[in-house]
């Protein structure tokens, strides 16, 4: 028994004490602090994207049971029949847009058949230029009431590992598969629906999250490591005039230790694919600013906030160096 409890100690708490690259951070403030002799700050939270609420797409025309059995040679009748099912009607909204773009591709077949009514026809017809104006609210709804992609902006306690994974790779191709369904929803018959469970499997890893969030936690690491620094004077405190530089050397030796080696390569890491998720989340952004709506994630708002800190905190080294006539090693 107690090897066995030794055994689960062992499995769940490493995996609690596994490393991140914030805990490189955490060391050089730490680092830092000791060194000016002070205390480290406590770091402003991550934020949480705050969703719109989005009505329902609703449809005014709809095929009557009655109606229904008058399609029976067509394809369309088994997809309107399992719709109005009691599994169809509680399909979550990634099923309502599959569906809406299954009855427009085969609306058409069943419109121009002869054995379908007119007066029927002229409802499908409607129908389906009704589903077809209401594509990009299906998928707006989606974008906000999916789980897997309403927890995109959510803030997460995951961080970005120092090297490109698989995950990564599987979320970039979901987005961009993602991306390119908004882009073709002008043009349904262009689409598999069926893509669509497979591109919500690709977000399932909280890729999205962890990246927003790690570039959010190095920002405001960079923020409060340099309010930390600036509030030192540096000629008359970290290296006075006709006076050893020990102190100044041992910061120096931090910073490129830590920072220039360490940091600095994982944030533009962060960078980078915060560039690519930009690139491939436009069409997105396009389709819902064309509604009005409020973008569920600011990927080019975290980015430049992780940038103007970066270079914020290399700038007061650079006056460091500057001041105290230091180079880094």
Same mark, same amino acid.
């Given at each position: 028994?107690?090897?066995?409890?030794?055994?689960?100690? $062992?499995?769940?708490?490493?995996?609690? @004490?596994?490393?991140?690259? $914030?805990? /490189?951070?955490?060391?050089?403030?730490?680092r830092l602090a000791n060194t000016l002799d002070t205390e480290v700050s406590a770091l402003a939270p991550l934020s949480n994207k705050m969703l719109p609420r989005l009505d329902k797409p609703t449809a005014t025309q709809n095929i009557s049971i009655l109606e229904l059995a008058s399609l029976s040679h067509c394809k369309i009748n088994l997809l309107i029949? *399992?719709?109005?099912n009691q599994l169809g009607k509680t399909s979550p909204p990634s099923g309502k847009l599959a569906y809406s773009i299954r009855f427009i591709q085969q609306a058409g077949d069943c419109i121009?058949?002869?054995? =379908?009514?007119?007066?029927?026809?002229?409802?499908?017809?409607?129908?389906?230029?009704?589903?077809?104006?209401?594509?990009?609210?299906?998928?707006?709804?989606?974008?906000?009431n999916e789980p897997e992609l309403a927890m995109l902006g959510?803030?997460?306690f995951k961080e970005l590992p120092v090297e490109n994974t698989k995950l990564a790779q599987d979320t970039t191709e979901a987005i961009s598969a993602l991306s390119q369904l908004a882009v073709s929803l002008a043009h349904p018959e262009k689409i598999d629906a069926g893509e669509i469970n497979t591109i919500l499997e690709g977000l399932r890893g909280q890729y999205v999250q962890a990246?927003?969030? $790690?570039?959010?936690?190095? =920002? *405001?690491? +960079?923020?409060?490591? &340099?309010?930390?620094?600036? +509030?030192?004077?540096?000629?008359?405190?970290? @290296?006075?005039?006709?006076? *050893?530089? =020990?102190?100044?050397?041992?910061?120096?030796?931090?910073?490129?230790?830590?920072?220039?080696?360490?940091?600095q390569p994982y944030q533009a890491l962060l960078n980078g694919q915060?560039?690519?998720?930009? /690139?491939?989340?436009?069409?997105?952004?396009?389709?819902?600013?064309?509604?009005?709506?409020?973008?569920?994630? $600011?990927?080019?708002? &975290?980015?430049?906030?992780?940038?103007?800190?970066?270079?914020?905190?290399?700038?007061?080294?650079?006056?460091?160096?500057? =001041?105290? +006539?230091?180079s880094p090693l």
């Amino acid at each position: 028994m107690r090897k066995l409890l030794l055994l689960v100690f $062992s499995l769940f708490g490493g995996a609690a @004490c596994s490393p991140v690259p $914030s805990d /490189t951070y955490y060391d050089y403030r730490s680092r830092l602090a000791n060194t000016l002799d002070t205390e480290v700050s406590a770091l402003a939270p991550l934020s949480n994207k705050m969703l719109p609420r989005l009505d329902k797409p609703t449809a005014t025309q709809n095929i009557s049971i009655l109606e229904l059995a008058s399609l029976s040679h067509c394809k369309i009748n088994l997809l309107i029949a *399992n719709h109005n099912n009691q599994l169809g009607k509680t399909s979550p909204p990634s099923g309502k847009l599959a569906y809406s773009i299954r009855f427009i591709q085969q609306a058409g077949d069943c419109i121009n058949h002869p054995d =379908t009514p007119k007066e029927l026809a002229y409802k499908l017809r409607l129908a389906a230029s009704e589903k077809l104006q209401q594509l990009p609210l299906w998928f707006t709804y989606m974008l906000y009431n999916e789980p897997e992609l309403a927890m995109l902006g959510k803030a997460s306690f995951k961080e970005l590992p120092v090297e490109n994974t698989k995950l990564a790779q599987d979320t970039t191709e979901a987005i961009s598969a993602l991306s390119q369904l908004a882009v073709s929803l002008a043009h349904p018959e262009k689409i598999d629906a069926g893509e669509i469970n497979t591109i919500l499997e690709g977000l399932r890893g909280q890729y999205v999250q962890a990246l927003l969030s $790690s570039a959010q936690k190095q =920002t *405001n690491l +960079n923020l409060a490591t &340099t309010e930390l620094l600036s +509030n030192f004077d540096i000629e008359q405190q970290l @290296c006075p005039p006709k006076q *050893n530089k =020990t102190k100044a050397q041992i910061l120096s030796n931090i910073f490129s230790k830590f920072y220039l080696q360490q940091i600095q390569p994982y944030q533009a890491l962060l960078n980078g694919q915060l560039e690519t998720l930009i /690139t491939q989340w436009q069409p997105i952004s396009d389709l819902l600013a064309q509604q009005g709506i409020e973008q569920p994630i $600011s990927p080019q708002q &975290t980015l430049t906030a992780l940038k103007q800190s970066a270079k914020h905190h290399v700038q007061w080294w650079q006056k460091f160096y500057k =001041t105290c +006539n230091l180079s880094p090693l």
